[in-house]
């Protein structure tokens, strides 16, 4: 009997909801139609500054019924104040306030535009032409009215030269006429396009404006430019200053970053395949703008030998390089991949000191691990290097690091550099694309620029050139065949990348070397044994021989394959040769 009763209460119950169900009067209906607004309505008409306008929105939806209103009102001088605070009492008005501020503008304030949506996101839109709101309109009485914004008289930044890690003060000198000075901040662009703001700023004793700037660490060196200033006062007046106003234009401070570490570098042998032993020579990596003055007199030195060198094999002809740069990267440390790798800063360590102490190159530059960030890398080759470099200087770019390769659309393959900073989950935002190397080649009037990548990937920036380089080779043993080679040298300019090996082979280091065998080999053949024609020059299609012809070879002792591989980066014209001077 209990059970019956469980029964037949449980079919009432079932058959009520189903009853409510069939009966919902909503049920498959789409409300696609905006609320309707019938009446505006604002009490008090007459008020003063710091008093308060209620608003009324008498308004209806046919379904889903009113989600949100709001109300736009205009002063006399054209500045805007809007209500979003809205919302619906108990009779189904829809109820608002809005205060009058201080230094507000007297006389006749309009409704200029109202927004009114549904639960169903459907929206009407009044503006000041449409007939409800031409009649909503109140008076304010004020007998102070700031309707200016404030002065900016001067900026001024110190110091004008500062590091990573230091302080930029600012300092703005501005007046307000009446309601004084609310809020300020500035923005400051780095070279490399990079904004950065200060937003704390505030009003000291003196009615200055003061604030600072915290250059971040590994932020861009050169010059940091004020580009926008916007002030405001407790009237809400604003004014914006950009870049292109006066009072901007000499408001910059020049950030230097520098870094200094003493280390000992191997010396390489003469032969590749034998044990490298530390001989103590100091070595300096530092990231610098300026020439270092010490090095100067080696520097002049070695382009002497250079030019007799250079009388020896032909008259005539002068030396073709004015100035030598160079900036090399190593990278280690992976923050988001994995292997990080052991040998990459030693041997940019190691071309470090080949090119300051054996190459005389003039300019150095060296980024390892978290120093080496896109951002800087490109402030580098697309500003700092095409404001530096002359048609007679040469760049030399390079690379030890992870690579890879991504494929494209018709089976295309890119390569890309990889830095401390790179994710997988965010790829492109800090890689090296041969893209980027492509465009950095093509937009530097340097007459030599060379690319070496300490790294295996497919996809290279250029046209590959195959094994037979024997073109590459002109005969030089008539004084004709070496007027020709000379001009080469001497007239043409050249764009060349090498490349450890491709996407299928490792580039790999070993104790043998204390680094990696691509970077070992490329010093040891700079040391003499690429030197093809014994004429104390190397040109880079002689390195690469040497390295095309020995790289495998002690590859393969290690059960590895590298394969070398040099790509032509220039158009027609770029039929010249990157070369060093052998300093023995």
């Given at each position: 009997m209990?059970?019956?009763?469980?029964?037949n209460k449980?079919?009432?119950?079932i058959?009520i909801?189903?009853?409510i169900?069939?009966?919902?009067?909503?049920?498959g209906q789409?409300?696609k139609?905006?609320?309707?607004?019938?009446?505006?309505?604002l009490?008090?008409?007459?008020?003063?500054?710091g008093?308060r306008?209620n608003?009324?929105?008498m308004?209806?939806?046919?379904?889903s019924?009113?989600?949100?209103?709001?109300?736009?009102?205009?002063?006399?001088?054209?500045?805007d104040y809007?209500?979003?605070?809205?919302s619906l009492?108990?009779e189904?008005i829809i109820i608002?306030?809005?205060?009058i501020?201080q230094f507000?503008a007297?006389?006749?304030?309009?409704?200029?535009?109202l927004?009114i949506?549904?639960k169903a996101?459907n929206?009407?839109?009044?503006?000041?032409t449409?007939?409800?709101?031409k009649?909503v309109y109140?008076?304010?009485i004020?007998?102070q009215t700031?309707s200016?914004?404030?002065?900016?008289?001067?900026?001024?930044?110190?110091?004008?030269r500062?590091?990573?890690?230091?302080?930029v003060?600012?300092?703005v000198?501005?007046?307000?006429?009446?309601?004084?000075i609310?809020?300020?901040?500035?923005?400051?662009?780095?070279?490399?396009?990079?904004?950065?703001s200060?937003?704390?700023m505030?009003?000291?004793?003196?009615?200055?404006i003061i604030?600072?700037?915290t250059?971040p660490?590994?932020a861009?060196g050169?010059?940091?430019r004020?580009?926008r200033?916007?002030?405001?006062?407790?009237?809400?007046?604003?004014?914006?200053?950009?870049e292109?106003?006066?009072?901007?234009?000499e408001a910059y401070?020049e950030v230097?970053?520098?870094i200094?570490?003493t280390?000992?570098?191997?010396?390489?042998?003469?032969?590749?395949?034998t044990?490298?032993?530390?001989?103590?020579?100091e070595?300096k990596?530092?990231?610098h703008y300026?020439k270092?003055k010490e090095?100067?007199?080696f520097?002049?030195?070695?382009r002497s030998?250079?030019s007799?060198?250079?009388?020896?094999l032909?008259?005539?002809?002068e030396?073709?390089y004015?100035?030598?740069?160079?900036?090399?990267i190593?990278?280690?440390e992976y923050?988001y991949?994995t292997?990080?790798l052991q040998?990459s800063?030693v041997?940019?360590?190691?071309?470090?000191?080949?090119l300051?102490?054996?190459a005389?190159?003039d300019?150095?530059?060296?980024?390892?691990?978290?120093q080496?960030?896109?951002?800087k890398?490109?402030?580098m080759?697309e500003?700092?290097y095409p404001?530096?470099?002359?048609?007679?200087?040469?760049l030399?770019?390079?690379?030890?690091?992870?690579?890879?390769t991504?494929?494209?659309?018709?089976?295309?393959?890119?390569?890309?550099?990889?830095?401390s900073?790179?994710?997988t989950?965010?790829?492109?935002?800090e890689v090296i694309?041969m893209?980027?190397?492509?465009?950095w080649?093509?937009a530097?009037?340097a007459k030599?620029v060379?690319?070496v990548?300490?790294?295996?990937f497919?996809?290279?920036a250029?046209v590959?050139?195959?094994?037979?380089?024997?073109?590459k080779?002109?005969?030089?043993?008539?004084q004709?065949?070496?007027e020709?080679f000379?001009?080469?040298?001497?007239?043409a300019?050249s764009?060349?990348?090498?490349?450890a090996?491709?996407?299928?082979?490792?580039?790999?280091?070993s104790?043998?070397?204390?680094?990696g065998?691509?970077?070992?080999?490329?010093?040891t053949?700079?040391?003499?044994?690429?030197d093809w024609w014994?004429?104390?020059?190397?040109t880079?299609h002689?390195?690469y021989?040497?390295?095309?012809?020995?790289?495998?070879i002690?590859?393969?002792?290690?059960?590895?394959?590298l394969?070398p591989?040099i790509?032509?980066?220039g158009d027609?014209n770029?039929?010249?040769?990157?070369f060093?001077?052998?300093n023995?």
């Amino acid at each position: 009997m209990r059970s019956s009763n469980c029964i037949n209460k449980l079919a009432v119950i079932i058959f009520i909801f189903v009853g409510i169900i069939v009966n919902d009067p909503t049920k498959g209906q789409t409300d696609k139609t905006p609320p309707t607004v019938q009446r505006i309505k604002l009490f008090p008409r007459i008020v003063r500054v710091g008093e308060r306008v209620n608003i009324e929105v008498m308004a209806e939806d046919d379904l889903s019924g009113i989600k949100d209103c709001y109300i736009t009102f205009t002063d006399p001088v054209g500045k805007d104040y809007s209500d979003y605070g809205m919302s619906l009492n108990k009779e189904g008005i829809i109820i608002g306030t809005l205060t009058i501020p201080q230094f507000a503008a007297g006389g006749t304030w309009h409704a200029t535009r109202l927004r009114i949506k549904d639960k169903a996101d459907n929206a009407r839109t009044l503006d000041n032409t449409d007939t409800l709101l031409k009649g909503v309109y109140f008076e304010v009485i004020s007998n102070q009215t700031d309707s200016e914004p404030p002065l900016v008289r001067g900026v001024r930044l110190h110091p004008e030269r500062v590091r990573v890690g230091e302080r930029v003060n600012i300092e703005v000198m501005a007046e307000d006429d009446l309601s004084g000075i609310k809020d300020c901040y500035i923005t400051f662009t780095d070279p490399v396009g990079k904004d950065y703001s200060d937003y704390g700023m505030s009003l000291n004793k003196e009615g200055i404006i003061i604030g600072t700037l915290t250059i971040p660490q590994f932020a861009a060196g050169g010059t940091w430019r004020a580009t926008r200033l916007r002030i405001k006062d407790k009237a809400d007046n604003a004014m914006t200053l950009h870049e292109n106003d006066p009072l901007l234009k000499e408001a910059y401070c020049e950030v230097i970053y520098e870094i200094a570490t003493t280390t000992t570098i191997p010396k390489i042998s003469k032969s590749i395949n034998t044990a490298i032993v530390a001989s103590g020579v100091e070595e300096k990596s530092y990231y610098h703008y300026e020439k270092k003055k010490e090095k100067q007199g080696f520097s002049d030195q070695l382009r002497s030998l250079g030019s007799k060198i250079w009388a020896n094999l032909i008259k005539g002809k002068e030396f073709p390089y004015e100035k030598s740069y160079a900036l090399v990267i190593g990278v280690n440390e992976y923050q988001y991949i994995t292997p990080s790798l052991q040998f990459s800063v030693v041997d940019a360590k190691k071309i470090v000191n080949y090119l300051e102490n054996q190459a005389g190159f003039d300019e150095i530059i060296m980024l390892s691990d978290r120093q080496a960030i896109k951002a800087k890398i490109q402030e580098m080759m697309e500003h700092y290097y095409p404001q530096k470099l002359t048609p007679k200087d040469r760049l030399l770019f390079y690379y030890s690091g992870h690579a890879t390769t991504r494929k494209l659309r018709h089976d295309k393959e890119q390569g890309y550099l990889l830095l401390s900073g790179t994710q997988t989950n965010n790829f492109y935002h800090e890689v090296i694309s041969m893209d980027d190397i492509r465009k950095w080649s093509d937009a530097l009037v340097a007459k030599d620029v060379l690319f070496v990548l300490d790294c295996c990937f497919s996809g290279l920036a250029g046209v590959e050139e195959r094994e037979d380089i024997s073109n590459k080779f002109p005969p030089i043993n008539t004084q004709a065949g070496l007027e020709v080679f000379i001009q080469s040298l001497s007239s043409a300019s050249s764009r060349y990348l090498l490349a450890a090996g491709t996407e299928s082979e490792k580039s790999f280091g070993s104790a043998e070397w204390n680094g990696g065998l691509f970077t070992a080999a490329i010093l040891t053949g700079l040391n003499g044994e690429a030197d093809w024609w014994n004429d104390k020059i190397i040109t880079v299609h002689e390195l690469y021989a040497f390295l095309r012809k020995n790289v495998p070879i002690h590859a393969k002792k290690f059960g590895r394959n590298l394969t070398p591989k040099i790509s032509n980066l220039g158009d027609l014209n770029d039929n010249g040769e990157f070369f060093f001077i052998l300093n023995k």
